[in-house]
């Protein structure tokens, strides 16, 4: 098999075209937005993290900094983060025009979500009801 694709030097698959806000590759030897860290964040921070690339209009990156949390954080948790990185792929495709698209995984995160609220595991200063809404109302138009 010939595989082409970027590898780490551990030989682990890695994409190294520059991407754009969000996250479509651009040409090698383009000038994309700053990649983020694979490191996984504290829950606060992973929070900060995400919030302020949504804030700049990088959903794509967002979800990237919920994903990571996502796969290490203790079992009980892996709804909410799930759920959120779900959200901030919604609000991709809805920024990529992709609104069938946006509105599937905005089903897929409120499921998450709603399913995460009702085991009132911590939340870390989210209002989940509050994500929800907004995130139905940025995809959806409606509260």
Not at 16 to 43: A, C, H, I, K, Q
Not at 82 to 106: E, F, I, M, S, Y
């Amino acid at each position: 098999m010939n595989d082409h694709r970027d590898r780490d030097p551990d030989g682990r698959a890695r994409q190294s075209r520059p991407r754009d806000e969000l996250g479509r590759p651009l040409p090698y030897g383009s000038v994309g937005v700053e990649p983020v860290s694979e490191e996984p964040l504290p829950p606060a921070e992973t929070i900060a993290a995400a919030t302020a690339l949504l804030e700049q209009g990088r959903p794509f990156s967002a979800h990237e900094v919920y994903e990571v949390r996502w796969k290490t954080c203790p079992q009980a948790e892996r709804a909410l983060w799930q759920g959120l990185a779900q959200v901030c792929v919604a609000l991709t495709h809805q920024a990529r025009g992709n609104h069938r698209g946006a509105r599937r995984l905005l089903e897929r995160a409120i499921l998450q979500l709603s399913a995460y609220r009702a085991t009132a595991g911590p939340t870390y200063g989210l209002d989940l009801d509050d994500v929800i809404s907004d995130a139905r109302v940025e995809i959806l138009g409606v509260r």
